[in-house]
């Protein structure tokens, strides 16, 4: 058997180990199954209904209109038929101020979840609202509310109950009495009465 019927010979299996690993642009999303299925694009081939696998207890749908959005592909015995999508990543969108060690969520909108060095926790949503919602919320430790002006807030029920409080008789010390301002729970104002 000469060289070149020995590559001949091996082109197939060279072919099918060349397309164990790949990298492809996102092109469309079907979110609805129990898999999230991805249509990708190698080169000018497409390739409809590749199963995503994502990290559990994480679920993402990243934008089809972005064309950084790059997928890693796996392919089953070299077979991108029978493929799946790795992760979905976008070199454009991705932090690049964290130090070693950190872990930072994001989105395309700007809002970050980021868990620093220095082990504390930064929830940046700019100027959007943040919401927790739950049947029981309960913040442990020093909680320090404030303002985008960085002046100290009282929640409601706080205030409320600075308002129940009465001094007793004889009455030495006017009782205050504590209202939330129209504009913001920032505008706390003492009324004597």
Do not use: W
């Not at 064309?67 to 991108?80: D, F, H, M, P």
């Amino acid at each position: 058997m000469t060289i070149s019927e020995l590559f001949r010979f091996l082109k197939p299996l060279q072919d099918k180990i060349s397309l164990l690993i790949g990298v492809a642009i996102l092109t469309a999303v079907k979110n609805s199954e129990k898999t999230q299925k991805l249509q990708i694009q190698i080169f000018d081939e497409t390739y409809d209904d590749m199963p995503r696998m994502q990290e559990y207890g994480f679920e993402t749908y990243p934008d089809t209109g972005d064309t950084n959005n790059e997928c890693l592909v796996l392919s089953i015995s070299g077979n991108k038929n029978t493929g799946l999508i790795a992760c979905v990543h976008n070199r454009e969108l991705r932090p690049k101020n964290l130090q070693v060690g950190e872990t930072q969520m994001y989105s395309k909108f700007g809002q970050r979840i980021y868990l620093k060095a220095d082990s504390s926790v930064l929830i940046d949503a700019g100027t959007n609202p943040v919401q927790i919602t739950g049947s029981n919320i309960t913040l442990s430790g020093e909680v320090n509310l404030k303002d985008i002006g960085g002046l100290a807030v009282m929640v409601e029920s706080m205030i409320a109950k600075y308002n129940e409080h009465k001094h007793p008789a004889p009455n030495l010390i006017p009782d205050l009495q504590l209202v939330v301002g129209v504009d913001s729970a920032a505008n706390v104002k003492a009324a004597i009465g």
